[in-house]
T-cell receptor
Framework: GQNIDQPTEMTATEGAIVQINCTYQ??????LFWYQQHAGEAPTFLSY????GLEEKGRFSSFLSRSKGYSYLLLKELQMKDSASYLC??????????FGKGTRLHILP | ETGVTQTPRHLVMGMTNKKSLKCEQH?????MYWYKQSAKKPLELMFV???????ENNSVPSRFSPECPNSSHLFLHLHTLQPEDSALYLC????????????????FGDGTRLSIL
């Protein structure tokens, strides 16, 4: 079967660094996406990885290891506005995009 | 402004009602999607339209009926829904659904919060 696992909730402190992990088992692999979703709002695109390694985009970085079926999203210099759910999604061989349940991140002052 | 607009934002309906959800995208995309988002569950893909043609129906009950009159508009017609259909319904669009542009992210609307009485 196809499955994407990520922690349900995490808590971190303003100014700190947090790493949100995602592991997947899917039929084929054509890329992994991370989205941010604030409560009551649309998910917004953060990053895309298809090759192994780290992609950096400002305060956010995303890492992929295809052999391990593993990715993480790294958020640096956390701000209160980073409190949101973070969704990991994988595009499989048949182009279907499967989403994880999301990780709700709470930022404490 | 996300470029994908959904109306209404909130909808309360009885089980015997008929209503429609509307989605419009202003991004020039060719693929549009309907997703269901329930509490503590992952986003569930319902339907995919690519160049106005339905390319995917993810075993969705017939009480949900999609319509895509053109690449910019997508509807979800609702009829005799059940209480378990209460959820957030999200519309999304992307440049194309083909693998050749697989790095294209989906752009989501803010969703319609649907409550079935």
């Amino acid at each position: 079967g196809q499955n994407i696992d990520q922690p349900t909730e995490m808590t971190a402190t303003e100014g700190a660094i947090v790493q949100i992990n995602c592991t997947y088992q899917t039929s084929g692999f054509n890329g992994l996406f991370w989205y941010q979703q604030h409560a009551g709002e649309a998910p917004t695109f953060l990053s895309y990885n298809v090759l192994d390694g780290l992609e950096e985009k400002g305060r956010f970085s995303s890492f992929l290891s295809r052999s391990k079926g593993y990715s993480y999203l790294l958020l640096k210099e956390l701000q209160m506005k980073d409190s949101a759910s973070y969704l990991c999604a994988v595009r499989g061989r048949d182009d279907k995009i499967i989403f994880g349940k999301g990780t709700r991140l709470h930022i404490l002052p | 402004e996300t470029g994908v607009t959904q109306t209404p934002r909130h909808l309360v309906m009885g089980m015997t009602n008929k209503k429609s959800l509307k989605c419009e995208q202003h991004l020039g995309h060719n693929a549009m999607y309907w997703y269901k988002q329930s509490a503590k569950k992952p986003l569930e893909l319902m339907f995919v339209y690519n160049f106005k043609e339905q390319t995917e129906n993810n075993s969705v009950p017939s009480r949900f009926s999609p319509e895509c009159p053109n690449s910019s508009h997508l509807f979800l017609h609702l009829h005799t829904l059940q209480p378990e259909d209460s959820a957030l319904y999200l519309c999304a669009s992307s440049q194309d659904h083909a693998r050749t542009v697989s790095n294209q992210p989906q752009h989501f609307g803010d969703g319609t919060r649907l409550s079935i009485l």
